[in-house]
């Protein structure tokens, strides 16, 4: 009976001594398989906040940029490209019953500003004139505004806010003032003299 209760007792004693199985450490495992998880993505999103600050920051930068150019905050190199023109132009003209006209044109052409400070001018003018002595129109009829369709070397400069071309072999004109961007240019040219009374209005534009 002695022997009997002495390996029972061993037996217990050896069944409370045994490692538990693996899967009573489970939940532990778990866990920290967990909390490692949640670490990871809060990093994940940590590194994601910190990119979008950092676009939305350059965002606001270039906008404020843009926004400083249509308010005036423009420099020579804001005006350097390729220009479409487009204008229109009126002239009377006087010199007795015979010399006397009404004309008026359309303008179409480009405008090269390169950023040493050259570049080149071409305009192209077409329109009509009516004759009061008869009433006769004459189209097509050139206004006169310097060798329609001749590319013209030019050189410009910018200060204050204003534009001034020289065209090399014939001379200066200008200052015009700069639109907003430095993509856009408004010209007013009138010329007197005394028999002719030309006005010309010409808008120089681009995209880029």
């Known amino acids: 009976m ?3 209760r002495v390996r029972t007792v061993c037996f217990v004693v050896a069944l409370a001594c045994t490692p538990r199985p693996a899967h009573a450490q489970g939940p532990n495992n778990s ?9 990871a993505a809060v990093a994940a999103l940590q590194n994601n906040l910190t990119a979008e600050a950092g676009a939305r920051a350059a965002a ?13 905050d423009i420099t020579a190199d804001d005006l350097v490209g390729t220009y ?3 204008g229109i132009q ?7 019953v015979f010399e006397a006209g009404i004309a008026s ?8 500003l390169n950023g040493n400070g050259t570049g080149t001018f071409q305009v192209n003018g077409d329109g009509s004139l009516l004759k009061p002595l008869d009433w006769s129109l004459f189209v097509p009829f050139t206004l006169g505004n310097g060798n329609p369709g001749t590319l013209f070397d030019i050189t410009w400069t910018y200060a204050n806010g204003a534009i001034t071309l020289t065209f ?3 001379g200066q004109v200008g200052p015009y003032n700069v639109g ?10 009138p010329q007197l003299d005394g028999f002719h009374h030309d006005v010309s209005f010409v808008i120089f534009y681009r995209l880029q």
């Open 2 to 4: 002695t022997t009997i």
């Open 168 to 170: 090399v072999g014939f």
């Open 90 to 96: 009126t002239r009377l003209k006087g010199g007795g």
């Open 180 to 189: 907003p961007l430095g993509r856009l240019l408004f010209v007013s040219i």
């Open 105 to 112: 044109g359309a303008l179409s052409g480009s405008m090269t």
């Open 60 to 72: 606001d930068t270039a906008l404020q940029g843009r926004v400083s150019k249509l308010e005036g």
């Open 31 to 39: 866990l920290n398989a967990r909390v490692a998880a949640l670490e």
């Open 84 to 86: 479409t023109i487009a």
